[in-house]
């Protein structure tokens, strides 16, 4: 039987399995009982078809509207104006334009509308907002525009009503037969016996089945209920927006058009627009066309469409259409008909139920026999049998009717659903914890788990940052919160760079939040810096006045450095840079001594600078090197220069290690689990960390990405299983180790990060485990690939540890 269910109902994987593996199983289960109950709870691969055909149309239509939105370019000093007429209802609401212009511009990519509108500083006019502050929620227009241009919300298959889990209990044909048996029984009996006495038999059938389908449906209908309420869980999504001037989260369900939304690498754009401001932004359309080439979007080319991901770069977002209109809003309609994936374990228990169903069946066809033997044995004995009487019919149903009863109480036609139950209740019981499971398959699959690897910062660290220590214009300094710039000692000069470096080159953002404070935004490194620099007592707002922002390359994590070019107030051009520190400093070749002055990086400072680097790390703390030049001539199609630089100073940042992660990678090791470190982050900051944490010991190897990248196949075979730490890796290092552990040394592996850099590994994984960030939230539920996700990081435990203890046998 073990060998027969792993041939026929075996290849099912927690994710991504082959479409011929699940029609497999399928085909197998033949003759069910009742198809509808049994199927519940796994893909609908007919709707999923529907799904890919749809994309498929999607980057056949985008690829046409991309070349007449081409050709048009070329023909738009004739910009004739075009024959377009606003609906009155939406005139007498106070836009200047209806739903469906906005969604066939930014759907259509049609250049040619647009430039007619006044492009997206016109679009934003006509829609009563503004592209700086945003929507004003006080007006009278607020409301209006939910009624004119809809909610961002996509038409869900609406909640089943107890009833329609009655009806769906009654498809099981073992219940028809014995109705239809109830039925003649009912009949023939009080044809023969009369009533009431000929009844009993008949009705009696029939109350059973009624018990069965109440007992059935009672107990479906409650699932449902409880799945509907997961589900709801799983949707919720916010985003940073600029409303009345603030910037502040909001649910992506509360879009409105004309809002203003900013995008960073790894979100999932929430809603069709038109970019408004932004820097080298790449977006991946891959969710919604099938096609992997991503596309850069600019003031040129700006459409952005919904479900789609933002690879890199950051920009605002002006959103047209929202919800059911867009494209994205009827692929996910189809898809979330599509269901979930079904998991191994749910599709061996479709066997197994399957196998007691055969079993059944023999049995009951021998049951039948036998009695039916009986019987004609009796009446051969008496030489009776050509002559029948009605009773003699009516016992032979009878008979007949135990034979069916045989196969409805001996098929466990509610097993499989047995184990989506159970998983479903694991899922709520993470969620407690405040782990989120997206997928059922994860529960399952987190028990068998051999191998963690782990990213460091926001999973082993607590992710708050703090600039401790720096090392500007030569000289080590303590940094804490009551030294000010002069008990640094540096230079007036050099502070100046220092703050320019700090409040220009930058991913974040200080503004002032609606209670009127000073807040903080950004990644945790970017704000340690920020607020390093407002310590230091420099102001965001004027230093970001006083000059012009040229160009912006933002940070990611295969450069591992971000740069800017500014023009200056007195003329002139510069460029600053600031990046993983080892990198940045081979990137420059002056320095700022003592006084403030530049010199040539000697040997001499150039060894300063490496030890002090390696001390800061050494202490587990995060090195940035920042680093600037004065630049001749730029225009921003230029790229940024990659050397040449002059080093202002490095910053060491300290990010905690989470209480209780020591404990818990100790609980892994006695469960036979190996935790690996993963990070970006200097080898010996990575190396410090992973000491404390317990997972780096005296014989475990830390090994750096471009090392790892560099080994043989034969190499990787001897090192791996001894990597403990891997430093400076990029998402691709990251991903390479994962598939190398999985499928070369059979590894069932659980990957944790923030999604953004580690997306691939992610996907690699048998399990992803995402950490609380908004974005990559909306990354995983397009993808699926993640499994879980932690939406708030204030509980220290990280779902990778909650992995059972006993359970570490490999699959
Ligand atoms: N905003 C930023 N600007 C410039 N450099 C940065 C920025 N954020 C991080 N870095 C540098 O890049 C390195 C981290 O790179 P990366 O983002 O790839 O790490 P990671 O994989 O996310 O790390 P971890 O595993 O710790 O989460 C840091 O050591 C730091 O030196
Ligand atoms: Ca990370």
């Known amino acids: 039987m073990e060998s027969y269910l792993n041939e026929n109902f075996g290849g099912v994987k927690p994710k991504n399995s082959e479409e011929e593996v699940l029609q497999r199983w399928r085909k197998l289960c033949g003759v069910v009982k009742n198809p509808k109950r049994r199927f519940r709870f796994t893909a609908n691969l007919s709707k999923r078809y529907e799904a890919a055909a749809m994309r498929r149309t999607n980057q056949e239509k985008l690829r046409i509207a991309v070349l007449v939105s081409k050709a048009a370019f070329q023909f738009i000093q004739g910009v004739s104006p075009s024959d377009y007429v606003l609906p009155q209802e939406v005139r007498d609401a106070g836009f200047q334009i209806c739903a469906e212009e906005l969604g066939s511009i930014v759907e259509g990519h049609d250049v040619k509308k647009l430039k007619f509108h006044g492009g997206t500083e016109g679009l934003a006019e006509k829609l009563r907002t503004s592209t700086a502050n945003g929507l004003a929620t006080d007006n009278e227009f607020f409301t209006r525009r939910q009624e004119i241009f809809g909610l961002n919300k996509f038409t869900e298959t609406a909640a089943r009503s107890f009833w329609v889990f009655v009806w769906e209990a009654l498809q099981d044909m073992t219940l028809m037969i014995l109705g239809v048996c109830a039925f003649v029984s009912l009949v023939v009996g009080v044809i023969m016996e009369g009533w009431p006495k000929g009844a009993h038999d008949g009705l009696g059938i029939f109350a059973s089945i009624l018990l069965v389908v109440m007992v059935t449906a009672t107990s479906d209908y409650k699932q449902s209920l409880q799945f509907k309420d997961l589900d709801k869980e799983k949707k919720k999504i916010a985003i940073q927006v600029t409303r009345n001037g603030y910037r502040q989260k909001l649910s992506i369900y509360d879009l409105l058009p004309g809002d203003i939304v900013h995008l960073a690498i790894g979100d999932q754009v929430p809603a069709d627009g038109l970019f408004v401001t932004g820097f080298s932004v790449l977006i991946d359309e891959s969710s919604l066309t099938g096609e992997s080439e991503p596309i850069m979007v600019t003031s040129g080319n700006p459409f952005l469409l919904s479900g789609t991901k933002v690879q890199d770069g950051s920009c605002k977002m002006l959103v047209t259409t929202v919800g059911m209109r867009t494209q994205w809003g009827k692929l996910m309609a189809t898809l979330s008909e599509g269901g979930d994936d079904e998991t191994p374990l749910q599709v061996k228990l479709n066997g197994v139920a399957t196998i007691i169903g055969k079993i059944g069946l023999f049995f009951a066809v021998i049951t039948f026999a036998v009695l039916v033997q009986g019987m004609f044995s009796r009446k051969l004995s008496e030489g009776s049998h050509w002559s029948w009487s009605g009773e003699e019919a009516l016992e032979m149903l009878e008979y007949f009717a135990v034979a069916v009863t045989i196969v409805v109480v001996a098929v466990p036609e509610g097993l499989p659903l047995a184990v989506t139950l159970s998983l479903a209740f694991a899922m709520k019981k993470m969620m407690n914890d405040k782990a989120l499971v997206r997928h059922l398959a994860a529960c399952e699959t987190m028990g068998s788990a051999t191998s963690i690897c782990s990213d460091k910062t926001g999973t082993l660290t607590t992710n708050h940052m703090t600039v401790v220590k720096s090392c500007i214009c030569m000289s080590i300094k303590e940094v804490s919160k009551t030294n000010n710039a002069s008990s640094l000692e540096i230079p007036d000069s050099s502070l100046k760079l220092l703050l320019q470096s700090i409040f220009s080159n930058t991913g974040g953002e200080v503004v002032v939040n609606k209670s009127g404070k000073l807040e903080i935004l950004g990644t945790p490194t970017e704000t340690a810096l920020l607020e390093f ?279």
Do not use: W
Request: hydrophobic share 35%; charged share 25%.
């Open 533 to 811: 620099g407002l310590s230091l007592g420099g102001d965001f707002h004027s230093e970001r006045e006083a000059y012009k922002l040229v160009k912006l390359e933002p940070f990611n994590s295969s450069k591992k450095r971000m740069g800017v070019a500014l023009m200056l107030p007195e003329g002139g051009l510069r460029a600053h840079t600031k990046g993983a520190s080892e990198i940045v400093l081979a990137a420059c070749d002056k320095v700022l001594d003592s006084n403030g002055k530049v010199i040539p990086l000697d040997e001499a400072s150039s060894s300063h600078l490496n030890t002090t680097i390696n001390q800061f790390a050494n202490e587990a703390l995060r090195t940035l090197c920042l680093a600037y030049q004065e630049l001749d001539k730029f225009s921003p199609d230029n790229a940024i220069p990659s050397s040449g630089f002059t080093c202002i100073g490095i910053v060491g940042i300290k990010d905690p290690v989470r209480p209780g992660v020591k404990e818990s990678v100790a609980i892994c090791r006695s469960a036979g689990i190996t935790v690996r470190m993963v990070t970006g982050d200097n080898i010996n900051t990575a190396k410090a960390i992973a000491r404390e944490c317990g997972i780096l010991t005296d014989n475990g190897i830390a090994i750096e990405g471009p090392v790892f990248r560099e080994k043989s196949q034969e190499e990787m075979h001897e090192l791996v299983p001894k990597i403990q730490v891997m430093a400076r890796s990029s998402p691709l290092d990251k991903h390479t180790l994962v598939k190398f552990l999985r499928t070369n040394l059979d590894e069932v592996v659980a990957v944790t990060g923030d999604g953004t850099n580690d997306a691939p590994a992610l996907h690699e994984a048998d399990i992803g485990l995402a950490m609380g960030i908004a974005g990559t939230e909306v990354s995983i539920a397009h993808h699926r690939y993640n499994t879980i996700s932690q939406p708030l990081l204030e509980k220290s435990c990280d779902a990778d540890t909650k992995i059972p203890k006993k359970n570490h046998k490999k699959r």
